[in-house]
């Protein structure tokens, strides 16, 4: 519990506070102008409760969070090294020499080329090909 009285987190709880309240105060100001007779203010005074509500979950969220503590890592199997996500490896390229035969279409012999290409170099993406 003393992760939740930290100075930002005071500064945090009194913003909710101040947010609920503020909003709350603002429907309800909505409610007395509709009241008088302007019929957008129903719509307000409906959504300042909602604005409301909203600050409370965000807020019930993050404390349950901060609760909780920081996730453990999962331990990395000791044959594999650690990599970080989204980080490509560099892919090793290897040249397929594939001869032309004779009376083959150009286009045909480029993309069994490629598609070879593709098989020879397994973690690879189209976007590597080299030709």
């Known amino acids: 519990m003393k992760r939740l009285w930290t100075p930002a987190w ?33 719509a307000y005074a409906f959504e300042w409760p909602i604005f409301a509500g909203f600050v409370v979950f965000v807020w019930w969220r993050e404390v349950r969070h901060a609760l909780r503590g920081p996730a453990a890592p999962a331990p990395a199997a000791p044959s594999e090294a650690p990599t970080r996500p989204g980080v490509r490896r560099p892919v090793r390229v290897a ?12 286009d045909l012999t480029a993309y069994n080329r490629y598609l070879q290409w593709l098989n020879a170099n397994p973690g690879a993406r189209p976007g590597d090909y080299p030709g």
Request: no cysteine; charged share 15%.
């Open 10 to 42: 005071i500064v945090r709880h009194v913003a909710m506070v101040v947010l609920v309240a503020g909003f709350l105060a603002l429907g309800w100001w909505q409610i007395g102008r509709a009241a008088s007779g302007n019929a957008l203010s129903w």
């Open 95 to 106: 040249r397929v020499p594939m001869p032309a035969a004779d009376g083959e279409d150009a």
